[in-house]
């Protein structure tokens, strides 16, 4: 997982439990959907939903305002960059942005199998009669459970005229026990990465 995000899901206001997103094997993507038929094209100004922000599932902290208008504020400038204006007039936007964090207490179970070198004597010893060693190739199992909590990032563009979304994001992975400092520019990076492909070509 990079870390500009990282730094996004620790503003998300987890913050009060000190969270954020574990280290991932792969670049984070997000996970895109649109209407169809919808006429993106069309769309020049953006606001947000008065409900935007809310944060439920398994651990459902609550945001602070000033945690909320961090979010807001990396989303709006990633959005201005892109050739939308924002505005604070819900009665003037063609779309307006919702986005939510949802949380899910998970279990990790890995296996893992480790050398062990035992030692036997004689005939039945070992798997050579000739050799001290009774498991230079045999191994032990070790199983290692890790209980930690899923984070989903969800953003929704609604019509207004609609009442409904019509583009969606969807970026998901662990949350853990740690934060580093907010680094500058880096959590407008991650605004980048959850916006995916907004608008849709």
């Given at each position: 997982m ?5 730094r996004?899901f ?5 913050l ?17 959907d649109?209407k169809?038929d ?11 939903y008065?409900q935007?922000?809310e ?9 602070s305002?000033?945690?909320?208008e961090?979010i ?13 204006s ?7 936007a063609?779309l307006?942005?919702s986005?939510?964090l949802?949380?899910?207490?998970k279990?990790?179970?890995?296996t893992?199998e ?5 030692m ?24 290692r ?11 929704d ?18 949350l ?14 991650a ?11």
């Open positions: 990079t870390a500009p995000l990282k996004l620790a503003s998300f206001g987890v009060s439990a000190a969270l954020f997103l574990g280290a991932c094997s792969t670049t984070p993507t997000a996970d895109v649109f169809q919808y006429d993106f094209a069309q769309v020049r100004t953006i606001g947000f008065d935007s922000g944060v439920f599932g398994d651990n459902p902290l609550q945001l305002d000033f945690q909320k961090r807001d504020e990396a989303l709006a400038l990633e959005l201005r960059k892109r050739g939308f924002i505005t604070t007039d819900a009665a003037e063609d307006l942005l986005w939510h949802g949380t899910q207490h279990t990790d179970v890995r893992y480790t050398p062990t070198m035992g036997g004597y004689g005939r039945y010893g070992g798997y050579n009669r000739y050799s001290m060693y009774s498991c230079w190739n045999c191994t032990n199992t070790e199983v459970v890790s209980n930690y909590t899923e984070g989903t990032f969800i953003i563009m609604i019509d207004p005229k609609m009442g409904k979304s019509v583009w969606r994001s969807v970026t998901q992975s662990k853990k026990g740690k934060k580093d400092e907010d680094e500058p520019g880096e959590i407008n990076e605004a980048n990465i959850v916006l995916g492909n907004f608008p849709p070509l």
